[in-house]
């Protein structure tokens, strides 16, 4: 018994032929827009010379330029794997289709690395000042910009920064006033120095000018920082260090250390003979600190045993820059640093920093 194939009906060769030109029309319209999206984005930044993006809701130029980027791939790659062509042109077609489809990934994968971004309006005394902040972080970069919108369109006037990726406007650790004409802002770029906002006083972070010719919702209450917390009615009071304070942290510091604390040169150090610095401090008063470079018979062991000691004596951890820190708001010792540097020099170097007195 033989088996014969029968030809495809001119009924679902027309189909066939009509689902591809719908395909074909729709992946053409999604390419043009995304083409068109890339045009509005680039001009806007030309002509204003970076200072101007296009922004709505939460979206800015650098995130529809991403995703218009990525839409025109996909549509290209789409379009050309629709597009029915001779045999003979399939040598020319595959490798096209490839490059468009691996051109789409990369940009899928290079968008991932764009970093989310919060879009804030700025609030003075619960009202809205016209303004918004853009802000992105990235690992430990944190930074932002002011703008001022007029419809689609935001024009930088200032800009932000946050500690190892803090967005301080977004969180609410900010402050805001207007008077004469101008707003002016304060705000907390570390959240673990200064997680309430800021007191509106002194030299404000920045300024721009009161939009006039507007009318702003008020009653708009800025978020609460993450990690503020509830405050207490009776805050601990701030011990100041002396000198006596420092010395005798450095002392239960070299104390925890494994075996004999040892200079560069291999002198032993007295912790009593460690030069003091008074380093005078903005609101008058000094701070006694000192920085010390030694060695120990076992420089790991001794870094354990010294955060130790910070920490039961109810410091507060940080870390920077392969620098282990203690700190603390009220205390009398206001920040305390050790490195490790054994794999360089065979060095430990340790930072201790007294709150300033006016004594």
Same mark, same amino acid.
């Given at each position: 018994?033989?088996?014969?194939?029968?030809?495809?009906?001119?009924?679902?060769? %027309?189909?066939?032929?009509?689902?591809?030109?719908?395909?074909? #029309?729709?992946?053409?319209?999604?390419?043009?827009?995304?083409?068109?999206?890339?045009?509005?984005?680039?001009?806007?930044?030309?002509?204003?010379?970076?200072?101007?993006?296009?922004? +709505?809701?939460?979206?800015?130029? !650098?995130?529809?330029?991403?995703?218009?980027?990525?839409?025109?791939?996909?549509? /290209?790659?789409? *379009?050309?794997?629709?597009?029915?062509?001779?045999?003979?042109?399939? /040598?020319?077609?595959?490798?096209?289709?490839?490059?468009?489809?691996?051109?789409? *990934?990369?940009?899928?994968?290079?968008?991932?690395?764009?970093?989310?971004?919060?879009?804030?309006?700025?609030?003075?005394?619960?009202?809205?000042?016209?303004?918004?902040?853009?802000?992105?972080?990235? /690992?430990?970069? &944190?930074?932002?910009?002011?703008?001022? +919108?007029?419809?689609?369109?935001?024009?930088?006037?200032?800009?932000?920064?946050?500690?190892?990726?803090?967005?301080?406007?977004?969180?609410?650790?900010?402050?805001?006033?207007?008077?004469?004409?101008?707003?002016?802002?304060?705000?907390?770029?570390?959240?673990?120095?200064?997680?309430?906002?800021?007191?509106?006083?002194?030299?404000?972070?920045?300024?721009?000018?009161? #939009?006039?010719?507007?009318?702003?919702?008020?009653? +708009?209450?800025?978020?609460?920082?993450?990690?503020?917390?509830?405050?207490?009615?009776?805050?601990?009071?701030?011990?100041?260090?002396?000198?006596?304070?420092?010395?005798?942290?450095?002392?239960?510091?070299?104390?925890?250390?494994?075996?004999?604390?040892?200079?560069?040169?291999?002198?032993? +150090?007295?912790?009593?003979?460690?030069?003091?610095?008074?380093?005078?401090?903005?609101?008058?008063?000094?701070?006694?600190?000192?920085?010390?470079?030694? !060695?120990?018979?076992?420089?790991?062991?001794? %870094?354990?045993?010294?955060?130790?000691?910070?920490?039961?004596?109810?410091? %507060?951890?940080?870390?920077?820059? !392969?620098?282990?820190?203690?700190?603390?708001?009220? /205390?009398?010792?206001?920040?305390?640093?050790?490195?490790?540097?054994?794999?360089?020099?065979?060095?430990?170097?340790? &930072?201790?920093?007294?709150?300033?007195?006016?004594?």
């Amino acid at each position: 018994m033989t088996t014969s194939t029968e030809p495809a009906s001119p009924a679902n060769s %027309l189909e066939t032929s009509r689902a591809r030109r719908w395909g074909a #029309l729709i992946v053409g319209l999604a390419l043009g827009i995304a083409t068109a999206a890339i045009s509005v984005v680039l001009a806007v930044d030309t002509v204003s010379k970076g200072e101007t993006i296009v922004l +709505i809701g939460a979206l800015g130029s !650098q995130q529809f330029l991403v995703l218009a980027v990525v839409a025109a791939f996909a549509a /290209l790659a789409s *379009g050309l794997c629709l597009i029915p062509v001779p045999k003979r042109w399939l /040598l020319l077609l595959v490798p096209a289709r490839m490059a468009a489809i691996a051109c789409t *990934g990369l940009a899928i994968f290079v968008a991932g690395f764009t970093g989310p971004s919060t879009v804030s309006p700025l609030i003075s005394d619960s009202c809205d000042t016209g303004y918004v902040v853009v802000e992105r972080s990235f /690992l430990f970069y &944190g930074g932002g910009s002011v703008y001022r +919108i007029d419809g689609i369109l935001a024009t930088r006037v200032a800009g932000t920064v946050g500690d190892d990726g803090y967005r301080p406007i977004s969180d609410g650790n900010y402050s805001a006033t207007t008077e004469n004409g101008t707003v002016s802002v304060w705000y907390n770029s570390d959240p673990m120095m200064s997680p309430s906002p800021p007191v509106a006083t002194g030299q404000p972070a920045f300024t721009v000018p009161e #939009l006039s010719g507007r009318t702003g919702a008020c009653g +708009i209450q800025v978020p609460v920082p993450a990690g503020r917390g509830v405050a207490t009615p009776t805050p601990d009071p701030v011990l100041p260090g002396s000198e006596a304070d420092v010395r005798e942290m450095l002392r239960a510091s070299l104390t925890a250390a494994d075996g004999p604390v040892r200079a560069r040169d291999g002198s032993e +150090i007295d912790p009593e003979a460690v030069p003091l610095q008074a380093i005078a401090c903005a609101d008058g008063g000094t701070a006694s600190s000192l920085s010390l470079e030694f !060695q120990t018979g076992d420089n790991a062991l001794t %870094l354990k045993q010294i955060l130790r000691v910070w920490d039961a004596a109810g410091y %507060l951890p940080d870390r920077a820059m !392969q620098e282990d820190i203690r700190w603390s708001p009220t /205390l009398p010792i206001e920040k305390m640093t050790i490195r490790d540097s054994t794999t360089i020099n065979g060095l430990m170097r340790l &930072g201790i920093s007294g709150r300033c007195t006016n004594n």
